[in-house]
């Protein structure tokens, strides 16, 4: 009885060291086991097929073949190589998966590390990218392995994104700037970089739709609503971008930036005496706003030129119809006309002041002026300070005469 018992009991030992051995029931296996174990990478694959050409659903073969890949495949240095293996361990481990949903915790515990190490190397690409640009594309190649390793996260899109736009590839980079969207990236730059990919393929009602998601979300981003405005003026929706430069400097009034851009707007659709006191507060917010200053320098002028249409208009109207006018008309007539020439010459007056500080500050800080000095000029010439006018006329791009 008692050598029965003692029997029984090294019975239940030997398959209690079987199961804590963890040995497969099949050789091929076991040999690949210890091929990993060796690092001998190529005869662990091999023992592996020959165990799946016995059993094409052998689950613990897969998950090894896959374990096998994953850490072959960080020894190689070719990028397509590399690539390959991953991908073949990939599917090694969904057939594992298929076959045997119990291991589903060591699939993906191991996805992850593949997913860890890849990015990884991704990020040492991209740094190498600062001494040589091809490293760029590769980084990308490398981000975009990490993005099918762990799909839901926004990471590894935005990162190839960056990579491709180093890349000089801006067109690549759309489409991981759109998935990291999708998979919850939130960072204002991406919604920026997406729509201004958007815009350069001539796809403005994406690239509003962009902006106004992101405008949702970060209100007071000075970057977005500027790129919103922009892309609503470039589209032609005039209206919409006068209703948000409207509210950027309602709920902003101290912005010199969304004071400027409304400024402007103002002025291209003729409402100078609002676009006037736009400008005047942006460079008081600024007094160092070189643009802003232009722009009030402009408006002095557009309005010049509309008094003199109407001067044009008036003295037009009154050569046709002296003869037949009495006295008192025709001098009242005249009057008008002297009254607007007057006030064309206080206009171009006020344009001197803005002007000269905006020639100034571009000259300063080297930048091209040609713009400023041609509108100066313009000035000058109409309060008759031909002197000064000379003097700006080859920054202005005029020859001595002033043609």
Do not use: W
């Not at 190490?117 to 760029?136: C, K, L, P």
């Not at 759309?174 to 970089?193: N, V």
């Not at 892309?231 to 430069?245: E, I, N, P």
């Not at 509309?306 to 009495?326: G, K, M, P, T, Y």
Request: hydrophobic share 40%; with cysteine.
């Amino acid at each position: 009885m008692k050598r029965t018992q003692f029997f029984f009991s090294l019975l239940i030992a030997a398959v209690l060291l079987t199961a804590a051995d963890g040995c497969s029931s099949d050789p091929n296996v076991e040999g690949a086991k210890l091929d990993l174990r060796n690092k001998d990478y190529d005869r662990a694959l091999n023992n592996l097929d020959k165990a799946l050409e016995t059993n094409p659903q052998n689950a613990e073969a897969y998950e090894l073949k896959g374990q096998v890949l994953l850490e072959q495949a960080f020894t190689v240095d070719d990028p397509a190589e590399h690539t390959r293996m991953l991908f073949e361990m990939e599917d090694a481990f969904k057939k594992a998966l298929q076959y045997d949903p119990a291991l589903e915790e060591t699939v993906v515990r191991s996805l992850r590390i593949a997913y860890a190490n890849e990015f990884q190397r991704a990020v040492q690409a991209f740094n190498r990218g600062r001494n040589d640009d091809s490293e760029f594309a590769v980084a990308a190649g490398y981000f975009g392995n990490a993005a099918t390793l762990q799909p839901d996260s926004s990471a590894a899109y935005v990162n190839q994104a960056y990579a491709y736009m180093n890349a000089g590839d801006p067109n690549g980079a759309l489409e991981p700037f759109e998935k990291a969207i999708e998979k919850g990236d939130t960072e204002p730059e991406t919604f920026r970089f997406l729509a201004g990919l958007y815009a350069s393929n001539d796809r403005m009602d994406d690239a509003i739709a962009t902006l106004e998601q992101a405008t949702g979300m970060y209100p007071d981003n000075v970057d977005l609503q500027t790129e919103l405005l922009n892309a609503y003026q470039v589209s032609g929706q005039t209206d919409k971008a006068m209703q948000q430069y409207r509210s950027a400097v309602e709920r902003d009034p101290d912005n010199e930036l969304f004071r400027y851009n409304y400024g402007t707007l103002l002025t291209q659709t003729g409402e100078y005496d609002e676009a006037l006191a736009q400008l005047k507060k942006a460079v008081e917010l600024d007094p160092n706003y070189a643009n802003a200053y232009f722009n009030l320098g402009a408006v002095y002028i557009n309005q010049a030129v509309d008094v003199n249409e109407r001067i044009s208009d008036l003295d037009d109207a009154l050569r046709a119809e002296r003869r037949n006018l009495s006295d008192d008309e025709a001098e009242r007539r005249d009057r008008e006309i002297e009254t607007l020439t007057d006030e064309r010459r206080e206009l171009f007056r006020q344009a001197v002041a803005p002007l000269e500080k905006a020639k100034t500050m571009f000259e300063d800080v080297g930048e091209d002026a040609a713009a400023v000095c041609r509108a100066l000029f313009q000035a000058y010439v109409q309060i008759n300070e031909t002197d000064k006018a000379q003097s700006i006329a080859t920054c202005a791009g005029y020859d001595d005469t002033g043609n």
